[in-house]
């Protein structure tokens, strides 16, 4: 079997101290390649070239196969496969980079999706008009407690789905991991409109970009499932990570002080077995980062690659999420409910605080 070749842009600093600044999912991208047999890494680039050199070194990379200017690497390497483990802001260009060497055949780049929703549709586009593969690390669709989840949901155990809550982390940087799974369990259906409200007194800001502090969210698919999302001090309204209320039954995932599935039916509760699984992989087993996640989201993007098929992980389905994301801080900015498709061409939180309507006090001007 042909093996592919594959490069990483953006290595990161020391993975064992990730921050807010930089994760080093360089790192678990690598390690996913590592595990698969039909993947060989033969590069990285990343602009501190000391960062390239330590990674180089853990996965065992030829010096030659170092950069520091990733649009060299590409050329003179010619990659099947590019990981982009950058901050958002600078996805498009290098994604659009990618998809414009003839040699890539595919992308896999990490979350959030992209800085602006302009910049979201465009990595989309060029990698549709250039026939190259683009995939996102939404690596949380192949935990267990959220397949078990979706089996249940198919099952029918809950009867037909009416809505999806969410109840952890934030709205940009997590959302593109929660509101992403809310789109999965309701058939990756586009968004018809969002509505929202957020809170941002104390300034967060995380892989560049500005993140509120309590964000309430809710919004419509196509085919009617509501969404709702719920964060900071208001995260407790939801009785756990995330709730698929049906016709007939709640699936409970995450459940506060309760196991890490659960299904309700006629005010019955049963726990289901995820196999010691959490939300992040399986920390029992010493996957802090959840690796085990991230090679089967390796695994996902190859099979599709080479069956020609389009994967869950693909750009199309993550424009569901970048839209309900931006059109969520258009709805703070316009305050009103915003009516999809979504037409803006900044980032409205960004631009919020940047004009003052939005305060945020950091440390160091108090």
């Not at 996102?136 to 009867?159: K, S, V, Y």
């Not at 709205?171 to 409109?193: N, S, V």
């Not at 690659?305 to 993550?318: A, K, M, P, T």
Request: proline share 5%.
């Amino acid at each position: 079997m042909n093996q592919y070749t594959v490069a990483i842009i953006g290595t990161g600093p020391d993975p064992t101290n990730p921050t807010v600044e930089g994760f080093a999912m360089g790192y678990r991208h690598a390690e996913a390649y590592r595990d698969n047999d039909q993947c060989r890494l033969i590069a990285c680039a990343d602009i501190v070239r000391e960062n390239a050199e330590a990674f180089a070194t853990e996965f065992d990379l030829d010096p030659e196969g170092v950069y520091v200017d990733y649009e060299t690497m590409l050329s003179d390497v010619e990659p099947d496969i590019v990981s982009v483990t950058v901050p958002p802001d600078v996805h498009e260009t290098i994604v659009v980079d990618c998809a414009n060497h003839d040699a890539v055949a595919a992308v896999h780049c990490e979350k959030p999706m992209a800085h602006t929703w302009p910049s979201a549709q465009r990595m989309v586009q060029t990698c549709w008009r250039n026939n190259t593969q683009l995939t996102f690390n939404r690596q949380r669709r192949f935990g267990r407690p959220f397949t078990e989840a979706d089996q249940l949901l198919q099952n029918g155990e809950i009867g037909a789905l009416q809505r999806v809550e969410i109840g952890w982390g934030d709205f940009f940087d997590t959302g593109a991991h929660t509101i992403d799974l809310a789109g999965m369990f309701a058939g990756d259906c586009p968004p018809r409109w969002v509505i929202a409200q957020l809170d941002y007194r104390e300034e967060d800001i995380r892989f560049g970009a500005h993140q509120e502090n309590q964000m309430w969210a809710q919004w419509q698919y196509a085919n009617g499932v509501y969404g709702t999302l719920s964060t900071g001090k208001g995260a407790s309204l939801v009785e756990g990570t995330l709730l698929l209320r049906g016709t007939d039954g709640t699936i409970r995932i995450d459940v506060d002080d309760g196991p890490m599935l659960e299904l309700e039916q006629d005010g019955t509760r049963t726990a289901i077995d995820v196999g010691g699984e959490t939300l992040h992989g399986t920390p029992a087993d010493g996957d802090r980062f959840g690796s085990r996640l991230h090679t089967r989201a390796i695994e996902a993007v190859v099979d599709a690659l080479r069956n020609d098929e389009e994967s869950q992980l693909c750009g199309r389905i993550g424009l569901n999420t970048a839209e309900i994301i931006f059109a969520g801080y258009e709805s703070v900015r316009r305050r009103k409910r915003v009516d999809l498709p979504l037409e803006v061409d900044d980032n409205p939180i960004e631009q919020m605080i940047e004009s003052g309507a939005l305060s945020p006090v950091s440390e160091s001007n108090e």
